[in-house]
């Protein structure tokens, strides 16, 4: 058991610390009062230790400096923008949105651009461990990205990486990634759901797909492990796209949508 009780006070603030019932060693946790239930210690030695900045993970700093390098919002509740979209485009397409679909439409297939064409790269750093042995890669591809162990470890680093490598080789570093994908002969990387992820994003940038089609397509995008948005995202959006495929409409404004869409829809829908 672990409580927190007030050692000293100095003028502006009260300091706490945990101290596990075994322990003799306070541990400094934060100027937070603890709960008045929290039981007083016994036979526990006091000492006040001075307050020491944790070394901040190497890893999260890593994630962070990519999701600002290709400009991917991480706070996004995927749930609410899917049942937003739906919604709009639904009273769009008699005019009855009052303009809120089209900047709507634009944010997300501006944060799926980026977010896709980012994960592409963190599953193209598997190539190493993956590759099948037969298939001829791409040998830009290969140059880049078939490192070692500890090279193809780290996720958000791979995604810088592919920042790079997508600048020097534009839409064509698309076409190596689905060859390669489609080369991985472990089922849990790579494969031809990654292929597909890819050439989503091909088809977009190549002017096969609509900004309308793309966003919509991403929505139902599958990898190995579930739905594409996880990578960043962790909202399950399946259940909007199930009562959307089913039309209940007034389900997904009445328990999912933003309360101006949801006002918005019960407005026009009157």
């Known amino acids: 058991?672990?409580?927190?009780?007030?050692?000293?006070?100095?003028?502006?603030?009260?300091?706490?610390?945990?101290?596990?019932?075994?322990?003799?060693?306070?541990?400094?946790?934060?100027?937070?009062?603890?709960?008045?239930?929290?039981?007083?210690?016994t036979g526990c030695l006091f000492q006040e230790f001075p307050?020491?900045?944790?070394?901040?993970?190497?890893?999260?700093?890593a994630y962070q400096d990519a999701l600002k390098l290709w400009n991917v919002d991480d706070t996004l509740n995927l749930v609410t923008l899917a049942a937003d979209f739906?919604?709009?485009?639904?009273?769009?397409?008699?005019?009855?949105?009052?303009?809120?679909?089209?900047?709507?439409?634009?944010?997300?297939?501006?944060?799926?651009?980026?977010?896709?064409?980012m994960i592409i790269g963190g599953e193209v750093r598997h190539v190493r461990s993956c590759w099948n042995g037969t298939t001829k890669l791409p040998k830009e591809l290969t140059a880049a990205f078939f490192g070692t162990k500890e090279e193809s470890a780290s996720r958000?680093?791979?995604?810088?990486?592919?920042?790079?490598?997508?600048?020097?080789?534009?839409v064509n570093a698309l076409?190596?990634?689905?060859?390669?994908?489609?080369?991985?002969r472990r089922d849990q990387f790579g494969g031809q759901r990654w292929a597909n992820i890819t050439e989503t994003l091909w088809l977009y940038e190549t002017g096969e797909l609509t900004s309308l089609?793309?966003?919509?397509?991403?929505?139902?995008?599958?990898?190995?492990?579930?739905?594409?948005?996880?990578k960043v995202w962790t909202d399950n959006v399946a259940t909007v796209l199930d009562w959307n495929l089913h039309g209940w409409v007034r389900r997904l404004a009445d328990e999912c949508a933003?309360?101006?869409?949801?006002?918005?829809?019960r407005r026009q829908s009157k």
């Open 86 to 117: 739906y919604l709009l485009y639904d009273l769009s397409l008699d005019e009855r949105d009052e303009g809120r679909f089209a900047p709507l439409l634009a944010m997300l297939t501006e944060q799926f651009v980026h977010y896709t064409d």
């Open 1 to 41: 058991m672990t409580a927190s009780w007030t050692i000293s006070t100095d003028t502006d603030t009260t300091i706490w610390y945990t101290i596990a019932a075994a322990a003799t060693d306070p541990v400094f946790i934060s100027t937070a009062a603890p709960k008045p239930s929290d039981p007083a210690p």
């Open 258 to 265: 933003s309360e101006e869409v949801r006002e918005l829809y």
């Open 51 to 61: 307050t020491q900045t944790q070394p901040a993970d190497p890893n999260v700093i």
């Open 175 to 184: 076409d190596m990634a689905i060859t390669t994908f489609k080369s991985y």
């Open 213 to 230: 089609m793309f966003v919509d397509f991403c929505w139902g995008l599958q990898h190995n492990g579930g739905t594409y948005f996880n």
């Open 156 to 170: 958000p680093i791979a995604w810088m990486k592919w920042k790079d490598f997508r600048a020097e080789h534009g």
